[in-house]
Nanobody, 125 residues
Framework: QVQVVESGGGLVQAGNSLRLACAAS????????MGWFRQTPANNREFIAA????????YYGDSVQGRFSISRDAAKNTVYLHLYSLKPEDTAVYYC??????????????????WGQGTQVTVSS
């Protein structure tokens, strides 16, 4: 089992930046990847970014490519999502997830078995 806990959400003005953190605990030595998704009431869960834990390779969703970045502190089993140039349409609940399913697709939510409670990001215009 892996537990993940997100932090860092909040209310920001459009154009500003925010950093989300996700700390993993438990069976972290067997993790294959960690990812970020977001969800609004109107939309399905959208893939934002992920990192393959074995080598740090990042993946990004098309809607945030170039504006968001993912990084990690492997020693702390923590992954960060850096949100730049925020827009009102980035308003959503952001979820962190982890997977121990090796060679699974890190851009697809069904690959992840372990999910956090989510953190709200609200961008005002």
């Amino acid at each position: 089992q892996v537990q993940v806990v997100e932090s860092g959400g909040g209310l920001v003005q459009a154009g500003n930046s925010l950093r989300l953190a996700c700390a993993a605990s438990g069976a972290t030595s067997t993790m294959y990847g960690m990812g970020w998704f977001r969800q609004t009431p109107a939309n399905n869960r959208e893939f934002i970014a992920a990192m393959r834990w074995t080598d740090g390779n990042p993946y990004y969703g098309d809607s945030v490519q170039g504006r968001f970045s993912i990084s990690r502190d492997a020693a702390k089993n923590t992954v960060y999502l850096h949100l730049y140039s925020l827009k009102p349409e980035d308003t959503a609940v952001y979820y962190c997830a982890a997977t121990r399913k090796w060679f699974s697709s890190l851009v697809r939510s069904p690959s992840y078995a372990y999910w956090g409670q989510g953190t709200q990001v609200t961008v005002s215009s």
